[in-house]
């Protein structure tokens, strides 16, 4: 029997993670979860759909209001204010305090915020609570400018387009969309599809000053506006910690452990340093932060677990359409294998004859034998690699996409 | 190379694992399931994967699910969610009394003297089919047919696909009977350890004939031999019944139907496999083909029986299907699986539209003595 007390700050992918696996191990322990955010663990990604109302309530939770209690997981509502590493103590927001035995900052990440002049009532999309606000002020004529075309930018952007809006602009400050997951040429043919869309994109634009609902933009265009979002990336958010060693986010090891003792770190608010790079990265992607809570989990209870190096897997919905980035597709050097149409953009990268990275837009056919396939040898292949019905799992030798067959 | 199946179920945990993880919550894996009734969301899924605290609904919709595909077709995220449905299937704490008929003594090691008597009668009743039930030693030959539990099948498709086999002059072994069962339905009703047992088993017996080319007219099957082929690299190559047929195509006179006959794909061979092809080029020799789906992978399920869980689902499923073969203009469906056949079978008796499995079709437009009867079709033809 276990009377460890565990602690985590924070309700989202990363804290459930953590939590779910601690369970696993240990099924006694007290497991506290402070949430600020007033609602249950929820999908981000699928906030434009819930706006759009292709989603309900039920269906962007991702887990059901019984899964708390079934788990045996203590949610305690509040803000952190402070953490007392020496006194293992945690301060709420109504001066609560919670003792902890192994603490996890989970806390994931805000949304930045550009001053303009003269822009007030601007809004954010990150949050349930952001997409409600959203939701509150569009009406089908509603004119919107988003700021920034990254991808947040671009889903919001997809998710209205799909409601029938078309008084949309995107205002970005490069001269394409969709970085860091898209390269120039993938963002433009991206572009394509949004302006046949009838989106307006302000491309190596931004917004300088705002006067009378009528964003006023450095090239000299101008776009009235009766809703303006700011998507312009994100910042990690975590509470004051005495000797917390931080870069731009909380910094963590192959274990997820900070460098205070019982002090773990996992999702949003960490970066983990990456040697190929020498440089710290932060965590920004759903199965990233999965991952770092499991690991998180795991070490909290003793049982040895560390982040494996497993090439990069991101797929979801870009704009409207189906993506996925898998490996170093947009590193410089090697052959890059094209095919694009209208509806479909596949690029590989093969480096030193072997396979290094995708991007998949539109027909990702293949996608998670391809993951398997990277540093696989390719290049007696040449060009075929970009079919769609490229025997992928022929060559890993897993079938992988359905491993049953 | 030997396989006893095992690695599917860490296999199985890995991609249920990674599921758990990478799930963004679009909920389309549900939106499009043609069982879910409930409208159950992926929440209440994992939740239960997670947690292991089930819920009515859950249950019931487990039970249902036939394991067509469709969820994971439609994930954004690369969730495979039927292969989620399946660990949940395993993980359900009592076998639901339904799924016992659908089982009932396939491939079951445990029931042996039952089988034995079973196949004495099983015999008897499969007419020329009979010496080829549960064969205590199977001939090797080049070419085996590889029917397993459907040899017993009302579509008498069996019967129909040897005929054609004697008719090109073809030498041939046949493997039948409950116990050379694909394991399918035992994964499909959640146990994991009987499906390992048969795939294993089935390996033994295929190796028995030491055949070039095994053929079987069943989806499941067939990708239980795809299955197969890839885990233990084996020499034979598996075909669809379709594909086996299309390789003689030319050495026999085709006499077409004079009505145009609508296709449908299984979730197995089209959907999963990605071959829509060979039962499209087969049936454009029988009849004049009519698409029912923009997209092969569209195509309505043909709900499995819905493993006898739920008779009301699949009359909605039915009426969907029988309403777009009569709106595209079709006098008929084609099948190129015995399950699809026999899921079929009764609404559209009821409906008097000719639901033909390929092979009894193939085999009546080659006679040469009788004109083609389409009539007949619902009935499975004449052996």
């Known amino acids: 029997m276990s009377d460890t007390r565990y602690v985590i700050i924070g309700n989202g992918v990363a804290g459930i993670s953590a939590a779910q696996e601690i369970r696993k191990v240990d099924p006694d322990g007290v497991v506290s979860i402070i949430a600020d955010e007033p609602d249950p663990y929820y999908y981000r990604a699928s906030l434009s759909e819930w706006i759009s109302e292709a989603s309900t309530d039920e269906m962007i939770r991702a887990r059901t209001p019984a899964f708390y209690d079934d788990m045996g997981f203590e949610t305690i509502p509040g803000s952190v204010t402070g953490v007392d590493p020496e006194a293992k103590g945690v301060s709420l927001d109504d001066e609560r305090q919670i003792r902890y035995d192994k603490l996890l900052i989970a806390t994931g990440a805000s949304p930045n915020r550009i001053p303009i002049e003269g822009l007030t009532g601007d809004l954010a999309y990150r949050t349930w609570h952001d997409a409600r606000d959203i939701k509150a002020h569009i009406s089908p004529t509603s004119r919107v400018l988003v700021l920034g ?64 609902s009528v964003a006023h933009l450095r090239s000299g265009a101008e776009w009235p506006f009766d809703i303006f979002v700011q998507s312009v990336g994100v910042r990690a958010r975590y509470p004051a910690i005495p000797d917390l060693e931080v870069g731009r986010s909380i910094r963590i090891n192959a274990h997820c452990a900070t460098n205070l003792p019982d002090v773990y770190a996992a999702g949003d608010c960490t970066e983990t340093y990456k040697p190929a790079l020498g440089r710290w990265m932060g965590t920004r992607i759903w199965l990233d932060c999965a991952r770092q809570g499991k690991v998180a ?12 190096e497993f090439p990069f897997f991101n797929a979801s919905i870009i704009y409207n359409l189906n993506y ?57 292949y040449g060009d075929a690699i970009v079919q769609a019905d490229f025997a992928w799992n022929d060559l890993t030798g897993q079938d992988w996409d359905y491993l049953f067959y | ?62 039970t249902e699910c036939v394991q067509c595909g469709d969820c994971t077709l439609a994930c954004p995220a690369g969730v ?26 396939k491939g079951r090691q445990d029931q042996d003297l039952i089988i034995t008597l079973y196949d004495v009668v099983a015999r008897l009743l499969a007419g020329r089919l009979g010496k080829y039930v549960d064969k205590a030693k199977l001939e090797q030959k080049p070419l085996l047919f590889y029917f397993g539990c459907y040899v017993f099948s009302p579509s008498k498709a069996p019967g129909a696909t040897l005929q054609l086999a004697d008719r090109l002059g073809l030498d041939y072994e046949v493997l039948a009977g409950v116990r050379s069962c694909c394991g399918w339905p035992q994964y499909l009703t959640g146990r994991m350890g ?63 139907f004079d009505t145009p006959i609508a296709i449908h794909d299984s979730c197995h061979v089209t959907k999963k496999l990605g071959k829509p092809d060979p039962a499209r080029q087969l049936l454009a020799r029988i009849a004049d083909v009519v698409e029912i789906a923009d997209d092969p992978n569209a195509c309505v399920c043909c709900g499995y029986y819905n493993v006898h869980a739920n008779h009301e689902l699949n009359e909605q499923l039915h009426h969907d299907k029988l309403e777009v073969v009569r709106e595209r203009g079709a006098e008929g469906m084609a099948v190129e699986c015995v399950t699809c056949w026999e899921s079929f079978k009764e609404p559209f008796k009821k409906a008097d539209v ?13 006679r040469a003595e009788v004109a083609a009867r389409p009539e007949h079709a619902t009935r499975g033809g004449a052996l």
Request: hydrophobic share 45%; net charge negative; with cysteine.
């Open chain 1, 149 to 212: 075309g990254g991808v947040l930018g671009l889903e919001l952007a997809g998710g209205l387009v799909e409601i029938g809006m078309h008084d949309i602009a995107i205002v970005q400050l490069l001269d394409f969309v969709g970085p860091p997951l898209l390269d120039q040429p993938a963002g433009e043919w991206l572009q394509q599809r949004i302006a046949a869309d009838g989106v307006t994109l302000f491309l190596g634009d931004t917004v300088e000053r705002v006067e009378d």
């Open chain 1, 297 to 308: 989990g795991c070490s909290m209870t003793g049982v040895d677990a560390s982040l494996a």
């Open chain 1, 324 to 380: 996925a980035y898998i490996g170093d597709p947009n590193v410089e050097g090697g052959e890059v294998h094209l095919q694009t149409s209208e509806t479909a953009y596949r690029k590989f990268r093969v480096d030193d004859g072997v396979l290094a990275g995708a991007v998949l837009m539109g027909d990702r056919r293949g996608m998670m034998a391809i993951h398997k396939a990277i540093g696989q040898p390719v290049a007696a």
């Open chain 2, 1 to 62: 190379m030997k396989w006893d199946g095992s690695e599917y179920e860490a296999s199985l945990k890995r991609i249920v694992d990674f599921g758990l993880d990478n799930c963004i919550g679009s909920n389309d894996c549900m939106r499009v399931c043609p069982v879910n009734r409930l409208k159950v969301n992926q929440n209440e899924l994992d939740s239960v994967l997670v947690s292991g605290v089930w819920t009515d609904r859950v249950k019931t919709f487990v």
């Open chain 2, 80 to 105: 495979q969610r039927d292969h989620m449905m399946l660990m949940l299937k395993a993980m359900l704490p009592s076998i639901p009394k339904q799924w016992r008929n659908y089982y009932m003594l």
């Open chain 2, 194 to 256: 009987y499906g390992q047992q048969m795939i294993s088993h089935l390996q033994e017996l295929i190796e028995e004939a030491n055949p070039e080319t095994v053929v079987t007219g069943c989806a499941e099957c067939y990708a239980a031999l795809v299955r197969l082929k890839k885990k233990t690299g084996a020499s034979w190559r598996p075909l669809t019944t379709p594909e086996w047929l299309l390789q003689h195509a030319d050495t026999l006179t085709w006499r077409k």
């Open chain 2, 354 to 366: 000719p639901l033909w499995e390929l092979m009894v079709a193939a085999e009546l437009a080659t």
